[in-house]
């Protein structure tokens, strides 16, 4: 398109971001700002609602709000149950009605590829996490009797979503080894890492020293709820064991609706569900666990609590993509090395202070601004 030629982006977004209570919401409210920023016009669509689009957005970016997916049988047999799940004939009829020759088309996760006519061009795929591989490793927690039935399933997706990463143009990762990934299948991407909000990366508030522990995350997302789970029965435990007065604040959205455990809190356990805002609870903390069995990409839980100054006790998979800063986190696997970890903190308050100054340097390279650089880059290039 030449220059003087006013351009146009469409953003398929699963799920819009009217909140940022989650990592995905975030990353798709920083890719719409990216757009918007090297965009004449923009069109965002998306389910879900955004009542102050208005006020948050500037006036060339327009939303499309789609009330939720409507899936149909064809999109089931060409994506699989994981992406016909997320079908929507009233996106497929927007973009293909939409869309004209020369729209630069981006794609927010690869499950929305699904809506996208099979004439109208994927210019940009962003993948978040390479979800197949997300997918595989939820499967080893799953019932032995649905495994053979939802591998078959994962593995019709993995194809799917490595078809549409070759379809697209250009496709973005958010961590290192999801690179490594797409590259050993032939498919080129460019590194757009995750960030934070920039007000949690600010000077972080000084700790209390009062040894509170800190989760953060949404329960509608599987990971999350089975690792929260796991820290609860296997390792809290054996930290109360040696540690009686601990205390452990657990936050997120839909933990009123989706409990990991039914049964009730444990003994030090405090749960808030769908909290107004996080950072009161990353004040009062000291330490943050970041306990992850299964997912994929860059853990945005980590890098917020690096940012917010606070020391990190994490699995090795909850570092994944951040490996070049594991100095400044406690990184220990299985329930005995989680909770020996956790509890030498809490025993050791210079040490909680030393790695949270490490945690806090770290994160002062971290902003969704920053991060969406190299996506700005390569889309003032696709529009040039």
Request: a neutral charge.
């Amino acid at each position: 398109m030449s220059s003087g030629q006013r351009t146009t982006a469409w953003v398929v977004a699963k799920q819009l971001p009217a909140t940022t209570d989650s990592g995905g919401r975030q990353r798709t409210r920083a890719v719409i700002d990216a757009y918007a920023a090297v965009f004449d016009e923009v069109h965002v669509v998306g389910f879900g609602a955004w009542p102050q689009r208005d006020t948050q957005l500037p006036a060339h970016v327009r939303v499309h709000e789609v009330a939720s997916p409507a899936p149909r049988p064809g999109a089931v047999l060409r994506g699989s149950v994981f992406a016909g799940k997320w079908f929507s004939p009233q996106i497929q009829r927007m973009l293909s009605v939409g869309v004209r020759a020369g729209d630069v088309v981006h794609v927010d996760f690869p499950q929305m590829a699904v809506n996208v006519p099979a004439d109208v061009q994927v210019d940009v795929l962003d993948l978040h996490n390479i979800e197949s591989d997300l997918l595989e490793r939820r499967l080893r927690s799953e019932h032995p009797r649905l495994r053979p039935a939802l591998a078959l399933e994962v593995a019709r997706f993995r194809r799917f979503e490595f078809a549409q990463a070759r379809r697209a143009r250009r496709v973005t990762a958010c961590s290192r080894r999801d690179q490594e990934v797409l590259a050993a299948a032939g498919v080129d991407s460019t590194f757009v890492p995750n960030g934070v909000l920039t007000g949690a990366s600010a000077d972080p508030v000084p700790l209390r020293g009062e040894g509170r522990v800190l989760f953060v995350g949404a329960m509608d997302y599987g990971p999350n709820k089975a690792s929260l789970r796991w820290f609860l029965d296997e390792v809290w435990p054996l930290v109360l064991r040696r540690v009686p007065d601990a205390r452990f604040d657990v936050v997120g959205r839909g933990l009123a609706a989706s409990h990991p455990r039914p049964a009730g809190e444990p003994a030090g356990v405090e749960f808030h569900s769908d909290v107004a805002a996080v950072d009161p609870f990353y004040d009062a903390a000291d330490i943050c666990v970041v306990p992850l069995l299964s997912g994929g990409g860059t853990k945005i839980k980590l890098v917020e609590a690096l940012s917010r100054g606070r020391a990190v006790v994490s699995t090795s998979l909850g570092l994944e993509g951040l490996e070049e800063h594991a100095a400044a986190v406690r990184t220990a696997d299985g329930a005995e090395p989680f909770a020996d970890a956790l509890v030498d903190l809490l025993q050791n308050p210079a040490q909680v202070r030393a790695l949270a100054a490490a945690g806090a340097e770290v994160g002062r390279g971290f902003s969704w601004e920053s991060a969406m650089t190299p996506l700005r880059d390569l889309l003032f290039t696709i529009r040039s």
